[in-house]
C-alpha cells in the first residue's frame, strides 16, 4: 500500500476514533420531565417546562449570604467525590448567567422551612426565607439526580436536572424520630448515621432516650455513678455505653447541620431503676435495688417524698439543657406504676418547674396529662387509647402524634419480621402512612397538633441493621404525613412513589424491609406514579 495512503487511512480511522469517543462521552442533554419525579416527601407544587440542566465541570456552586455557606458545603461535600467536578464554592449576591447552583435567600417566601427551587438550562436556582428552607430545596435537588450519588462512588451517569419550577413547603413544624438508647445503646456513629438518613427526607426532630431501667446514657458530672454504675450495663447483656458530654454535644452539632434539632429525654419519675440502681440515697428505702436486664416496665418510681430527689432532677435538668440548643427536654413520665396517682401529680407538677427555670420547654408521655400543665408543655399521644392525649388537649396542651398502632416501629411489620415485638399489633407500610393525623382521634383537630414523632423502642433491636429494617421504609411515609397535607396523599400513589424509590435505599446501603406490598422497580424498568393515571 502507498504511504501517504496508509496515512490518510490512519488520520481517518483517528478522526473516526476520537468522535466516536467524544460522541459516546457528550450524550445530549435528553430534556427529562419534571413532572415525573418522583420525590418523598411529595412535593406541593411541580410545573415542568421540559428541558434540562446539565451538573457538569464548569458548574459552580454559589450562595448569597455567608448564612448559606454551610448548605452550599453540604451540596459540595455530596457531589465532587461522586462526580470528580471541582465545583467550586462561592459567594455572589447576584445570580450568575450560566452554570450555576445558586441558593439564595429571600424574604418573597412566608414561610420558615419552605422554598422555590427552579431550574433553567442556564442552571439551578434554591432561594427560601431561611437556610433551612434552601437546606430542604438542596435535598429535593438530591432526589432530582440519579441514585448512584448516595453509593459515594465515582458514577457515570450524566447529572441532568429537569427544568421548570418547584415550590414546596412543609404542614407540620414538627417532624420527628425517636430512638430509645437506653433498652440497648447505640454509639455516636449509628446516631449520625440516622441523622444522615431522616436529614434525606427533611424530617427535623431526633428525640434520644436515654435513660430508662436498663441503662442511663448520659454523663452529668454532678452525678458520676449515672453512668459509671447505671450506664454500665443493657438488656440481657453485660455491654453498657453512655454518651460523654463531648459525645453529645458533637451529636448536636453534627444533626444541627442537618437541620435536626435533638430532643433529649430523661424518663421520669418511672422507668428509673438504673439512677435508683447508682445512687441509694435515691431510693425510699436507701437501699439500692440491682441493675435491671430484663424487658419488663413499671415497677420503678423515684422517692417522691424526699428532698434530694429534686436536686437529682435540678441537677440532671441543669446540665443538660445547658448542652442542648433546642427548645425540648423531655421528662417522660410513662408508665409510673410504681407512683401513686397523687405523687405522680406531684412529681409532674415539680419537674415541669425544674424544666422551664432551665429555660427549656417539657415534652413528656400522655400521661402526664393528669398533672396541671405549663402553657407550653407539650404532650406525646402515644397509648393505644386517646384519653390521656384528649386530656391534654382540654388543658391547653399542643399533641405530638405518637400513637403506638400507627408509629410504634418496634412493631413488626408482619409475622415473618425477622426483628421486633407485636403488643400494639403488626404495623404494614401502608398502615403507617394510610391515616391522618387530623382525624384519628376524636378531639385531637389539626389545630391542637404539634406534628408527628415515630418511636423507636429497642428491647428487641440491637444493631444498625435492625434500627434500619424496622425504620425503612416506614419512616419514609412518616416524612411524608409531616410534610404533605393530607388531602394530596393516598397509598395507591404513594406506595409507586416509594417503589420507584428502590434505587436510591440500595445506593444508601439501607436494610430495608422490602414489602412485598410495594412495587419496588429500579430504574431500568421504572413506571412514575403518573405514569398510572
Ligand atoms: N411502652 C413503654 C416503652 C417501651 C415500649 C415498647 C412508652 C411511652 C412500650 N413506654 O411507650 O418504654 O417499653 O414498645
Avoid at 467550586?88 to 429571600?106: A, G, R
Avoid at 427536654?329 to 397523687?342: F, K, L, N, R
Avoid at 388531602?487 to 412485598?516: C, F, M, P
Amino acid at each position: 500500500m502507498k504511504p501517504y495512503l496508509s496515512l490518510s487511512y490512519f488520520f481517518v480511522i483517528c478522526f473516526g476514533l476520537t468522535c466516536l469517543t467524544s460522541c459516546q462521552t457528550k450524550r445530549p442533554a435528553i430534556p427529562k420531565d419534571l413532572a415525573k419525579q418522583q420525590v418523598i416527601p411529595k412535593l406541593v407544587s411541580v410545573i415542568p417546562t421540559g428541558s434540562s440542566y446539565e451538573i457538569n465541570n464548569n458548574t459552580s456552586i454559589q450562595y448569597q449570604s455567608e448564612k448559606l455557606q454551610p448548605v452550599a458545603d453540604y451540596l459540595a461535600k455530596m457531589l465532587r467525590p461522586v462526580t470528580g467536578f471541582e465545583l467550586p464554592v462561592k459567594m455572589k449576591d447576584s445570580k450568575p448567567s450560566s452554570n450555576y447552583i445558586y441558593l439564595t435567600l429571600t424574604d418573597s417566601i412566608s414561610t420558615d422551612e419552605g422554598y422555590k427551587l427552579e431550574t433553567k438550562e442556564s442552571g439551578v436556582e434554591i432561594k427560601a426565607s431561611k437556610p433551612v428552607g434552601v437546606f430542604y430545596g438542596v435535598q429535593t435537588l438530591r432526589q432530582l439526580l440519579p441514585a448512584s450519588i448516595e453509593t459515594g462512588a465515582k458514577i457515570t451517569d450524566t447529572l441532568l436536572v429537569a427544568t421548570g419550577v418547584i415550590k414546596d413547603n412543609p404542614t407540620y413544624g414538627y417532624r420527628g424520630a425517636m430512638l430509645d438508647v437506653s433498652r440497648h445503646f447505640f454509639g455516636v456513629e449509628d446516631v449520625k448515621r440516622y441523622i444522615d438518613l431522616l436529614s434525606i427526607y427533611k424530617m427535623n426532630r431526633l428525640h434520644l432516650h436515654l435513660t430508662d431501667d436498663q441503662g442511663w446514657r448520659i454523663e452529668i458530672k454532678s452525678w458520676p455513678k449515672l453512668t459509671e454504675i447505671g450506664g454500665s450495663t443493657s438488656i440481657d447483656s453485660t455491654k453498657g455505653g453512655f454518651y460523654t458530654q463531648e459525645q453529645y454535644k458533637d451529636i448536636v452539632k453534627y444533626a444541627q447541620k442537618r437541620f435536626i434539632t435533638i430532643v433529649p429525654e430523661i424518663d421520669l419519675p418511672g422507668h428509673t431503676n438504673a439512677a435508683l440502681a447508682s445512687y441509694p440515697e435515691l431510693n425510699c428505702d436507701g437501699v439500692a435495688p440491682k441493675l435491671y436486664h430484663g424487658t419488663k416496665v413499671g415497677f420503678s418510681s423515684l422517692c417522691i417524698d424526699k428532698e434530694i430527689t429534686y436536686k437529682f432532677i435540678d441537677d440532671v435538668i441543669g446540665e443538660l439543657a445547658a448542652i442542648t440548643p433546642g427548645e425540648y427536654i423531655h421528662i417522660g413520665g410513662d408508665e409510673s406504676h410504681a407512683t401513686s396517682p397523687e405523687d405522680y401529680v406531684y412529681f409532674i407538677d415539680k419537674a415541669q418547674e425544674i424544666v422551664n427555670k432551665h429555660g427549656k420547654k417539657v415534652i413528656g408521655w400522655d400521661e402526664v396529662a393528669h398533672a396541671k400543665l405549663l402553657p407550653n408543655t407539650i404532650v406525646q399521644f402515644w397509648s393505644r387509647k386517646g384519653e390521656n392525649a384528649v386530656e391534654g388537649v382540654e388543658k391547653g396542651a399542643k399533641i405530638l402524634m405518637s400513637p403506638a398502632p400507627k408509629l410504634y416501629f418496634d412493631m413488626k411489620y408482619d409475622s415473618i419480621t425477622r426483628v421486633g415485638q407485636n403488643w400494639a399489633g403488626y404495623i404494614k407500610v401502608e398502615d403507617a402512612y394510610s391515616w391522618d393525623l387530623e382525624t384519628y382521634q376524636e378531639g385531637i383537630a389539626k389545630e391542637n397538633i404539634l406534628g408527628i414523632e415515630a418511636p423507636l423502642w429497642t428491647e428487641y433491636v440491637q444493631t444498625m441493621d435492625d434500627i434500619e429494617h424496622l425504620v425503612f421504609p416506614r419512616i419514609m411515609g412518616v416524612a411524608e404525613m409531616g410534610w404533605t397535607p393530607a388531602s394530596q396523599r393516598n397509598w395507591d400513589e404513594y406506595k409507586v412513589r416509594l417503589g420507584n424509590h428502590k434505587d436510591r435505599l440500595d445506593a444508601l446501603d439501607i436494610d430495608y424491609y422490602a414489602s412485598t406490598f410495594v412495587p419496588w422497580r429500579s430504574k431500568t424498568n421504572q413506571e412514575t406514579s403518573n405514569t398510572k393515571e
